[in-house]
């Protein structure tokens, strides 16, 4: 599967964004589809995820009530969500898939996207 990420930006701290991760070659659904952040020097961190073919999503804790990740399966594609951005939510930010289970290890995941800057500006 191929992943490509978009809607990455700069915002101002408060604000939002509206990430997509558009899938080809393979139906999305059927993995297991994480968000991932990293920063420089720094390992890719889990933000949230889909537990494979079912509805159930996980958010890491330094994200929840502030980030949804949410689904399309007519157009194969994942989103994230960021509201009430902070200046430390600045990072690239990656969709993974794999097959099985959701895992918040980056290493577990199998397919990767080029990622999206956002940048959140204080």
């Known amino acids: 599967v191929q992943l490509v990420e978009s809607g990455g930006g700069l915002v101002q701290a408060g604000g939002s964004l509206r990430l997509s991760c558009a899938a080809s070659?393979?139906?999305?659904?059927?993995?297991?589809v994480g968000w991932f952040r990293q920063v420089p020097g720094k390992e890719r961190e889990f933000v949230a995820a889909?537990?494979?073919?079912?509805?159930?999503?996980y958010h890491g804790d330094s994200v929840k009530g502030r980030f949804s990740i949410s689904r399309d399966n007519a157009k194969n594609s994942v989103y994230l969500q960021m509201n009430s951005l902070r200046p430390e939510d600045t990072a690239v930010y990656y969709c993974?898939?794999?097959?099985?289970?959701?895992?918040?290890?980056?290493?577990?995941?199998?397919?990767w996207g080029q990622g999206t800057q956002v940048t959140v500006s204080s």
């Open positions: 993974g898939a794999r097959v099985g289970a959701f895992r918040t290890s980056a290493s577990m995941y199998e397919y």
């Open positions: 070659g393979r139906t999305l659904s059927t993995y297991a």
């Open positions: 889909f537990s494979g073919i079912g509805t159930n999503t």
